[in-house]
């Protein structure tokens, strides 16, 4: 190389003035351009039919726009920030969504921090939840509260927590848990409220509550022997309903038949009582036609009885010739 013939730094910026001095009176325009263009791109802006643009000039809220193309004044004069308030958005605890789908991807990434509790009863439980909510006001959302996401999730983890603390293991896993979704939601919407942040709470869902893997083989036995108790004590009582109410309906079937049979000797009684009060009576006002009525009406019950009859003088002494003793064969 001839180093003799290289250029001096002089002599390169020399030639670059005179190769661009051509170009110099462009400038200005390409300038203008650039910053019409620039102006045009700002003047337009358009929000999504679900959504609801924040309008602040010079960085001080100055309205709200609706769905559709609207202008407005470029240079970071007006600033649009586009909220969406129809999308129903999620918060996850205790695990992460990395994709959705027919095959659902969940992040490898430990969250126990935020899922493991203390039950009221003073056992750990590895707690997994979402909560679900809309944006219902726009404005109390960017201008009331900072990074109101945070506040979300951190007071719903809060909250979920205290009222986890105020039930037992077993109420959390089985028989309380849509009655703990439903206080949770109303206290984190309360309080939301309070620090204005702007969200309507849709939904908060326990999606699976179990023991930390590392006691929940312990857990399983000790569940095990509560439903074998459960099971021993419905036993017993299925016994008890079988024998029980059986027994009780023999000793109520006896006490009504002694009853009835009470009464009716009762009746019969005070029947026969009137009817020999009757009769007294009676005789005491005509005895010979008393006692001949009596002893015919006695005939007529007892004669129809009688198998052989034998009708005798009263003048008889003995009534042994009348009667044949070998008729039946002397036995």
């Known amino acids: 190389m001839d180093w003799q013939n290289v250029p001096t730094p002089e002599e390169i910026i020399d030639v670059g003035k005179k190769k661009f001095s051509g170009y110099a009176k462009w400038i200005p325009a390409a300038i203008f351009v650039l910053f019409a263009f620039a102006g045009l791109r700002g003047l337009i802006y358009s929000i999504?039919?679900?959504?609801?643009?924040?309008?602040?000039r010079f960085g001080k809220y100055s309205g709200l726009s609706t769905p559709g193309l609207h202008a407005k004044i470029p240079f970071g004069v007006d600033k649009v920030t586009p909220i969406k308030v129809e999308k129903v958005f999620k918060d996850e605890f205790g695990f992460r969504t990395v994709e959705s789908g027919?095959?659902?991807?969940?992040?490898?990434?430990?969250?126990?921090?935020?899922?493991?509790?203390?039950?009221?009863?003073?056992?750990?439980l590895d707690v997994r939840w979402i909560v679900q909510f809309k944006i219902k006001d726009p404005v109390k959302l960017l201008f009331?509260?900072?990074?109101?996401?945070?506040?979300?999730?951190?007071?719903?983890?809060?909250?979920m927590r205290r009222f986890v603390g105020d039930y037992s293991v077993d109420e959390v896993l089985t028989t309380k848990r849509?009655?703990?979704?439903?206080?949770?939601?109303?206290?984190?919407?309360?309080?939301?409220?309070?620090?204005?942040v702007g969200v309507q709470i849709v939904t908060v869902k326990l999606l699976d509550v179990n023991p930390?893997?590392?006691?929940k083989s312990a857990f399983n036995e000790v569940n095990e022997a509560k439903q074998e108790k459960e099971k021993m004590i419905n036993q017993a009582w299925e016994a008890y309903n079988k024998v029980i109410p059986k027994a009780k309906g023999t000793a109520e079937k006896t006490i009504r038949e002694a009853e009835g049979y009470a009464l009716d000797k009762i009746n019969r009684a005070k029947g026969e009582s009137a009817r020999f009060l009757a009769t007294l009576e009676?005789?005491?006002?005509?005895?010979?036609?008393?006692?001949?009525?009596l002893y015919l009406e006695?005939?007529?019950?007892?004669?129809?009885?009688?198998?052989?009859?034998?009708?005798?003088?009263?003048?008889?002494?003995?009534?042994?010739?009348?009667?044949?003793?070998?008729?039946k064969g002397g036995q």
Do not use: C, F, W
């Open 48 to 56: 999504g039919p679900d959504e609801v643009g924040v309008i602040q």
């Open 102 to 124: 027919v095959r659902t991807r969940y992040s490898a990434r430990n969250y126990e921090d935020e899922s493991l509790m203390l039950t009221g009863d003073l056992n750990i």
């Open 144 to 159: 009331s509260t900072r990074r109101p996401e945070d506040n979300i999730h951190d007071i719903s983890e809060v909250v």
């Open 178 to 196: 849509e009655e703990v979704d439903d206080l949770v939601q109303h206290e984190i919407q309360r309080i939301l409220d309070m620090y204005n």
């Open 212 to 215: 930390p893997e590392k006691v």
């Open 282 to 293: 009676e005789y005491k006002k005509a005895p010979d036609i008393t006692k001949k009525r």
């Open 298 to 327: 006695t005939l007529v019950q007892v004669l129809p009885n009688a198998k052989e009859k034998y009708i005798i003088d009263s003048q008889q002494k003995s009534i042994l010739p009348l009667l044949d003793i070998n008729k």
